[in-house]
């Protein structure tokens, strides 16, 4: 086993996008090793793959059904919670503690993490000071950011999310990595680099620069690689990339909630002009994250809404309980259904008709009052000075299984003592999962 696991999570990246030529510094990593396909898990959102990997299970044992959950109690819908205390399962750092090994651990940019048993972490947590926020990570141990920071400068919000993001996010997380390398020398590193990411959503995934960003992201593996190479743990080091997942043109969104209201299974409640969601009196309602939507039933009615949905163009599939099963999603945190869009739409989570009734949270970057992933936050239009609720902007999305000739994520490493295990099975976000906390 090698003394260092550096696991890069390059959200967006294929097999197709690796060459000699695009991206020299991934091809050379696996000169020495293997680059596959691999299956990933459903839905196919950030926080739940992140969460399989780290516990090589599946969501419904570690019960992260997508990047945001809702609380039947008190039908209140939460998206881009950090803590790790939401996640069921025991992640690699659980089991290092519990063993005792003395392994060191970190984790950059990683969601969950708040609160986890690894030794370092590191992710965005603004705090929200009167009229002012102040750009501020969560970091263990205390003071580790701040040391970090004097280092590297502050991270910037408006970098990573938003109209304003940048390749300044991958960067700093890069040189972040970098630093904690060169200080912590930890056995196991997970690391992220999100600029793919933001750079398909907005555009596709055959966009005019999308060779430029491939050499990007792949510069900053380069630089990874020689940092590993010059505190002299190369020949100590497996170093791991992978995608949680692929994606696929869109060409327009699908509101379920306007569809639901229509058909008087949604109701919202109007206060002083502006119409809001009431969860206490819908019959019906939809959490909708990219190209999945967990919608949640009041009782009697989950024939009339599966009928509703199976009769809407553009949504593929709609899971039940024994489809839940299949799918290893059948956790109590899951949607009485779950319906999936085609490749080529997504779902928003809009319920308004009338514009000027739109909650004021709308058409800001707001990432936790909206009761779905919204990635028009990414666009910004001059003339009103806001966020257009345009779900036609959006270009790519993710989160369905892919089928057929469907993009899918990839695993590369510069060792292939996984094969050695897996040879004639299909690698899966949880096979790799399993496989490193098998090194433990």
């Known amino acids: 086993m090698a003394k260092h696991i550096i696991v890069i999570d390059i959200v967006g990246l ?8 695009v991206t020299p510094n991934i091809f050379d990593i696996s000169k020495t090793g ?4 691999i299956e990933t898990v459903f839905p196919a959102v950030t926080c739940t793959v992140q969460s399989s990997l780290l516990s090589g299970s599946y969501p419904e044992i570690h019960g992260i059904i997508s990047n945001g959950l809702y609380d039947r109690q008190q039908y209140a819908v939460s998206f881009w919670e950090q803590s790790s205390n939401l996640v069921q399962a025991d992640r690699i750092w659980d089991i290092a503690k519990r063993h005792g090994s003395g392994l060191k651990t970190a984790v950059l940019f990683w969601q969950n993490t708040m609160y986890c048993n690894a030794d370092i972490v590191l992710t965005p947590r603004p705090l929200h000071m009167d009229e002012r926020m102040i750009m501020w ?3 263990k141990p205390p003071g580790f950011y701040d040391k970090l920071s004097r280092k590297i400068g502050k991270f910037d919000l408006s970098w990573y999310w938003g109209p304003l993001v940048s390749k300044k ?13 060169e200080e912590e020398r930890p056995n196991y ?6 600029h793919l990411d933001y750079a398909l959503q907005r555009n596709g995934i055959a966009y005019n620069n999308l060779k430029d960003d491939l050499r990007f992201v792949d510069d900053l593996v380069g630089r990874l690689v020689k940092k590993v190479t010059d505190i002299g743990i190369s020949e100590d080091t497996q170093i791991i990339i992978f995608s949680e997942y692929a994606f696929t043109n869109v060409k327009s969104d699908i ?8 058909n008087d299974l949604l109701s919202v409640r109007d206060i002083e002009g502006i119409e809001y969601l009431d969860l206490e009196y819908s019959k019906a309602f939809a959490m909708v994250d990219h190209q999945i939507a967990h ?4 009782e009697n009615y989950t024939n009339s809404v599966k009928k509703i949905l199976e009769g809407i163009k553009g949504v593929d599939i709609t899971l039940d309980g024994e489809l839940k099963r299949k799918m290893r999603i059948n956790h109590q945190r899951s949607g009485d259904l779950i319906a999936v869009s085609n490749a080529d739409k997504w779902f928003s989570y809009y319920w308004w008709f009338d514009p000027t009734k739109a909650p004021t949270f709308a058409k800001k970057v707001d990432i936790h009052r909206k009761p779905g992933y919204d990635p028009v936050e990414l666009f910004f239009d001059p003339v009103t000075k806001s966020i257009p609720c345009d779900g036609k902007l959006v270009k790519g999305s993710h989160g369905r299984l892919p089928s057929g000739d469907e993009p899918k994520p990839v695993y590369v490493s510069n060792k292939k003592n996984i094969s050695a295990t897996n040879e004639s ?4 976000i949880v096979t790799i999962g399993k496989y490193l906390k098998s090194l433990l």
Do not use: G, M, Q
């Open 169 to 181: 996010s991958s960067e700093w997380i890069e040189l972040a990595t970098e630093f904690v390398l």
């Open 425 to 428: 099975a299909n690698l899966s």
């Open 137 to 139: 990570c969560y970091n």
């Open 34 to 37: 293997e680059t596959r396909d």
């Open 14 to 21: 294929e097999k197709k996008h690796i060459s000699e030529t």
């Open 295 to 298: 919608i949640y039933v009041k």
């Open 189 to 194: 590193l997970f690391t992220y680099i999100p």
């Open 255 to 262: 509101s379920l909630n306007k569809i639901f209201r229509e």
